[in-house]
């Protein structure tokens, strides 16, 4: 995607709220060093790595909190222990699905 100049964004960067993320144990461990929330490293997380966060809240005062990701950083040891999070697979699609690849191919974004 960088080759291209494609800049990725969060199909949903709290995980739509799955596997216990507002809580999760490593998430909140690495948050407490910098006085943050497990949604705010994971925000943060994904920023470091240039990936566009658009989460979204009905909540005032999470909203204000999504916002504030920008006064800490995360370590090199930090990214680490987040990144061996990885499941290793999309949740959502099958990016291995020939039939998949073969939809998002037949969009055409502008002439
Ligand atoms: N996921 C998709 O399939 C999809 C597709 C197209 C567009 N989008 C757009 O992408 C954006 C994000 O996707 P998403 O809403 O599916 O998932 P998301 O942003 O990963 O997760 C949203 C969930 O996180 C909760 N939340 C937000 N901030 C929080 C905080 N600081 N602490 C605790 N809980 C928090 C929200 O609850 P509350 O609202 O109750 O705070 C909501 O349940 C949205 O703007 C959506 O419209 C998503």
Do not use: C
Request: proline share 5%; net charge negative.
């Amino acid at each position: 995607m960088k080759h291209y100049g494609v800049v990725p964004e969060a199909w949903g960067p709290f995980a739509e709220g799955n596997h216990g993320i507002f809580t999760h144990p490593v998430l909140t461990k690495i948050g407490e060093k910098y006085g943050k929330s497990a949604a705010q490293v994971a925000l943060r997380w994904n920023v470091d790595r240039g990936v566009v966060v658009i989460p979204k809240s009905v909540h005032k005062d999470r909203m204000e909190q999504n916002m504030d990701i920008w006064d800490f950083a995360l370590s090199e040891d930090d990214m680490k222990e987040i990144e061996a999070l990885d499941l290793g697979h999309s949740e959502i699609v099958n990016h291995y699905d020939p039939a998949f690849v073969q939809m998002i191919h037949s969009f055409k974004v502008h002439d």
